[in-house]
């Protein structure tokens, strides 16, 4: 990390209180902004020429599977249920320690070079260790769970686990990684679902995650399949179930929410539970469209997620955000959803679902310096007068040019400083031809 860096001349989108767009000078000391001003002077410090670009706070991403990176393609045109058991969950449960890390380290990659500086994310019952190792290697910020499952249908005998197994791994990983870094890396409880987890399990979680102050991270309500499994077990539809354990709250984060009903709507809205929506991944798997503007309406928090490489096959922000304001226009009419709400959501309001927005998620002084600076001088993005507008519905994952996080550059002119690209992609195919052998043989 320089001790002193100074980005000059660049329009900074701050997405501050007041939302302020800046023709400034950024000053970063000891991997904090403590400057933002016009013709900043700073002898000594390392430059980085701006002009041009707009610099953007980094994306921050609350619905990752970085244990799926490698299965990216290997799922394709399956219902959610069929996804998971047909081929999610064999090949999730072929994983090594080498796998898993190679799988991490790809997923990081690309989600550092499309502008992604932070992200919650689950990964699998085992060997999620190598996963925090990849993070701190890499220089990423994310919030990491283990998977717990200790129920369901057709898993895998390498994904069995017991309600005692899942709490005492998930308890050790915390005690070992969780604050590391200064708090880059931090953890979490991460049930996969209501179908996959016992009551009791559950149950532990939301006792464990008040006494710990831990975020909870989990889906709900992706698809009908899934609510007519949980009602047939619960008598309950999925939100209000979890509600019943105790999982609804500002420490937790839902990811997709598409089929709720105005009850549930109601208890996500009293809780202020966090809903992460992953539109290309929702479409993908065909699941259904979330009612992000009922829910935004209604003053439910809202962030935005990619999901995982094998029900997206992209770990790209910009597309996430523009797919999920058309959706929303489509719906709704062209003035829902506008830009830069959808900036928030992509990045302050990540943040606050995360707990850690006042250290990320905006570009003021005091806050760590997670930065992305963003070339839109290309044929598909000029010309536009409003920065905003072109990032959100021009950009590309293409035209990040610099990515800092913590002031710590680990992407300059388009080429990644802390991970090698060629090696990275070298060991993921290794690894991928080999779990998909230990998978299906």
């Known amino acids: 990390m320089a001790k002193s860096l100074l980005i000059r001349g660049a329009t900074v989108i701050t997405v501050d209180r007041e939302n302020r767009i800046l023709d400034a000078d950024v000053l970063i000391d000891s991997g904090r902004i403590s400057r933002i001003a016009t013709s900043i002077k700073a002898s000594g410090s390392e430059s980085i020429d701006g002009s041009g670009c707009v610099l953007l706070p980094g994306f921050v991403q609350t619905h990752i599977h970085l244990c799926q990176t490698l299965f990216r393609g290997a799922a394709d045109d399956l219902s959610l249920i069929d996804w998971l058991q047909k081929r999610i969950w064999p090949l999730e449960a072929a994983h090594t320690s080498e796998s898993l890390f ?29 996963a925090f190792e990849a993070v701190e290697q890499s220089g990423f910020r994310a919030t990491i769970g283990k998977c717990m499952m200790d129920e369901g249908d057709a898993v895998p005998e390498n994904l069995h686990e017991t309600a005692d197994s899942s709490i005492s791994e998930s308890l050790a990983l915390f005690e070992k990684w969780h604050g590391r870094h200064s708090s880059r890396i931090r953890c979490c409880f991460a049930p996969r679902f209501a179908v996959s987890c016992s009551r009791a399990l559950l149950e532990r979680v939301a006792a464990l995650s008040k006494e710990r102050r831990v975020l909870v991270h989990t889906h709900a309500s992706e698809s009908k399949q899934e609510i007519a499994i949980v009602e047939q077990r619960t008598g309950r539809r999925n939100v209000e179930y979890l509600n019943d354990v105790g999982l609804l709250g500002r420490n937790v984060v839902l990811a997709h929410c598409i089929h709720l009903s105005e009850p549930e709507l109601d208890l996500l809205r009293r809780t202020e539970t966090n809903v992460s929506h992953c539109p290309s991944s929702n479409l993908k798997l065909g699941s259904g469209i979330a009612r992000v503007i009922e829910m935004l309406e209604r003053g439910i928090p809202v962030s935005l997620g990619a999901d995982g490489a094998p029900c997206n096959n992209r770990l790209d922000m910009f597309t996430e955000m523009r797919t999920a304001a058309l959706l929303q226009k489509a719906l709704h009419g062209p003035e829902s959803l506008p830009a830069t709400s959808v900036l928030q959501m992509a990045t302050i309001d990540g943040a606050r679902a995360l707990g850690i927005s006042d250290r990320t998620g905006s570009i003021e002084v005091g806050k760590q310096a997670d930065l992305v600076l963003l070339r839109l001088n290309r044929l598909h993005s000029v010309p536009y007068t409003d920065p905003v507008s072109a990032t959100v519905y021009s950009a590309e994952a293409d035209d990040v040019d610099t990515v800092l996080i ?4 680990v992407l300059r002119e388009g080429k990644l400083s802390t991970l090698n690209e060629q090696e990275v992609i070298q060991s993921a195919n290794n690894e991928a031809r080999r779990i998909q052998e230990r998978a299906f043989g």
Do not use: F, K, Q
Not at 106 to 130: D, F, N, P, Y
Not at 406 to 409: A, D, F, S, T
């Open 406 to 409: 913590e002031g710590r550059i």
């Open 102 to 130: 190679a799988s991490a380290r790809l997923g990081i990659a690309e989600l550092i070079r499309g502008g992604t500086t932070c992200a919650l994310t689950m990964e699998t019952v085992h060997h999620t260790e190598a």
